[in-house]
């Protein structure tokens, strides 16, 4: 009996511990955390990953002849998520705009490693 229960506790605990996990995981280490984009944007370091991932994406995606023009401008930043690893992982869910007016929601994953100035994007989509 006092097996039985020793199992039952461990198994709640176990069961609670992920659900727990699961409610929380914005804030688990290595996890994406969402971000204000007001409040992120604000500062003048994320506004330049921003723009050196965007000439990254109109490159690769020119290149690839997934967009139409090379002059796209940040029309919207709808939403920010961010991932601490070796650096940070910065997600960008943004509108860009070309000169004709064509808008592109793109999201684009990059990762920054600012004591080497390095800025990468890693991924993209256009949704």
Known sequence: MKTILSLFALVLLCSQ?????????DNLPGGWRARDPQEFMKD???????EKAKQ??????SQANEISS????????????????SGLNIRFEVDL???????????????????????KLTEYSIN
């Open 56 to 61: 990254q994406f109109i490159t690769q995606a």
């Open 17 to 25: 511990a992920v659900s727990f996990a699961h409610a929380h995981q």
């Open 97 to 119: 705009v070309d000169v004709n007016g064509k808008v592109y929601d793109v999201t684009l994953v990059v990762w920054s490693q600012p004591w080497v100035n390095s800025v």
């Open 44 to 50: 003048s370091h994320n506004q330049e990953i921003l």
């Open 70 to 85: 090379t002059q796209l401008t940040v029309q919207d930043v709808k939403r920010i998520s961010t991932q601490v690893v």
